[in-house]
């Protein structure tokens, strides 16, 4: 088992900005695929108006949350509402890419009565906000399969036309299964050269097994 | 999870991912291997210039052509042999006196015939440039008087004797011909192994890949990010803090 420290992962200046490529250099090459991507997941869903996504991958580390903020970004150009929610509680890196607090944020809010509102934050980027990871709470991954998560998904779907969660990898725990049965898909971060087939083969069999539709894979080659 | 795993037992996925090769992948494959490639024709390469950097003996190579008008070929061929017998050799070493075996300077001399004719070259190798006229000489006289005396053949007539020549080249220059072969040695070896790692490789590389092998839409390939969209790195990532500055 691992440890259940909370580990603080650490992103270098690099890497923030790679969160951001979208935003800030919109003719880069990888802005153009994540436009694409973005329209992609757009068709994928089908004529929903209001879509809710997990962001995952097989193994951690393959580029989960870059892919996450830049879709977010992206779907905010299109002039979508969009939420975009650290659903990593045990390894939250949301709000250090976004330069905020970490808490309270999303298993705050599913662990108290607190109100929706006070764990979303809005951002630079306009139509996007984001709910961090929160504070480091036992047991905060049994939250996410929760009659709160529910209620939270419920309220966040009135108010935002696309909610992305920036979810742990599915071989690592099971909350991005639980998350995605909730959701309208998954989205898939394979990790070029790097994502071995049989660890992509195991999480899609995972992923099948919770009866969770993959609306597609997205190839990082970053 | 590892409940999961018990409980749920299916059928590996009936696609069989198929290798296909063509050049646009062979070169893939190099570009991503090269490291090995060049590594393996270094260390090859190395390897064969102390090989050919190593100093050798310097051998120099004389011969005297001689005429035996023999009646038939099975004569001039008997003659010849006597050319090489030890019985010669070991008169030409007690003859001239030098510290040679008859083994030894049976190894040194080499007979040829010049197009099928009666005439016949005596050949002698040796590191001494001096020494080597010395021998081939003593080889046609010995031999001359041997097949005079055993044969009863005296019509043996030296063309042309061996002379030392006044500056010898040694016929074995210091070449880098063992650089060349570890060179290209080094790039057959190394292309093997790229190609050998490639094949036990077994990530994901395409959207092809991901469609084929894991059964699953591709939306799309975000390329690696390029060293020129994050120049000015801080000042972008400020404009990201300060707000709306550009991007929707």
Known sequence: MKPLAHREKKLDSRAIYGCFIVHNSPTAAAAEQYRRIRNNIRIAAGKKERISLVITSPSPGEGKTTSAVNLAVSFAQRGDKVLLVDANVKNPALGQVFSIKQWPGLADGLASNMDFTETVYPTDVERLSIVPGGSHLPGAADLLDSQAMSEFLDRARNEYTVILFDCSAVLETPDAIALAGRCDGAVLVVSSGKTQQKKALEAKRLLDFGKVRILGSLLNRG | ?248
């Open chain 2, 1 to 248: 999870m590892e409940d999961d795993n018990e409980v749920y037992e299916k059928a590996p996925s009936s696609r069989v991912p198929v290798k296909e090769i063509n050049l646009k992948e062979w070169a893939a494959v190099i570009r991503r291997r090269l490291w090995i490639i060049v590594l393996t024709t270094v260390l090859l390469a190395v390897l064969g210039g102390l090989y050919s950097s190593q100093p050798e003996v310097p051998l120099y190579s004389t011969s005297a052509r001689i005429m035996i008008p023999a009646a038939t070929p099975e004569q001039l061929s008997t003659i010849k042999v006597f050319i090489r017998e030890p019985v010669v050799l070991e008169r030409v070493i007690k003859d001239s006196g030098i510290q040679r075996s008859a083994g030894g300077l049976r190894n040194q001399i080499s007979v040829g015939s010049v197009d099928n004719s009666i005439v016949t070259i005596i050949s002698v190798v040796d590191p001494d440039p001096a020494l080597a006229p010395q021998i081939v000489n003593a080889v046609v006289r010995v031999f001359t008087e041997e097949v005079s005396k055993r044969m009863g053949f005296n019509g043996i007539s030296v063309l042309t004797a061996a002379v030392e020549s006044p500056n010898p080249a040694p016929i074995n220059p210091p070449s880098n011909r063992a650089l060349i072969a570890g060179i290209i040695a080094g790039l057959v070896i190394g292309l093997g192994l790229a190609l050998l790692l490639e094949s036990l490789d077994d990530t994901l590389r395409s959207e092809r890949d991901l469609e084929r092998i894991l059964g699953v839409d591709s939306l799309g390939a975000v390329p690696k990010l390029q060293r020129k969209d994050s120049i000015g790195n801080s000042r972008r990532k400020n404009e990201y803090v300060r707000g709306e500055a550009i991007g929707s």
